[in-house]
C-alpha cells in the first residue's frame, strides 16, 4: 500500500498547524479584566497584524504541503 503523502508533506502540514495554533493565540490575547472597562489592548499591532498573518500564513503552507509533491 503506497501512502499519497511522504515525510515531508506531514511535516508540512505540523508546520501549518502550528503556525495557525500561534497565529489563534496571538487574536486571542490575554485574558480580559472587567467587561466594563475599555481595554486599548484589544487594538494592538500584534494581535490584529501578527496574529492574522500568522494564521493565513499557516493556511497557505497547509495547502502547499498538501499540493506539494517530492521530485524523483
Known amino acids: ?3 499519497k503523502l511522504n515525510k ?3 511535516l508540512l502540514l505540523l508546520l501549518g498547524l502550528l503556525l495557525i495554533g500561534v497565529g489563534l493565540i496571538l487574536v486571542a490575547g490575554p485574558a480580559p479584566g472587567d467587561p466594563n472597562d475599555f481595554n486599548k489592548e484589544m487594538f494592538s499591532p500584534t494581535r490584529i497584524t501578527w496574529g492574522t498573518l500568522l494564521i493565513i500564513a499557516g493556511y ?3 495547502i502547499f504541503a498538501i499540493m506539494y509533491i517530492k521530485k524523483a
Open 60 to 62: 497557505i503552507v497547509e
Open 8 to 10: 515531508t508533506n506531514y
Open 1 to 3: 500500500m503506497e501512502f
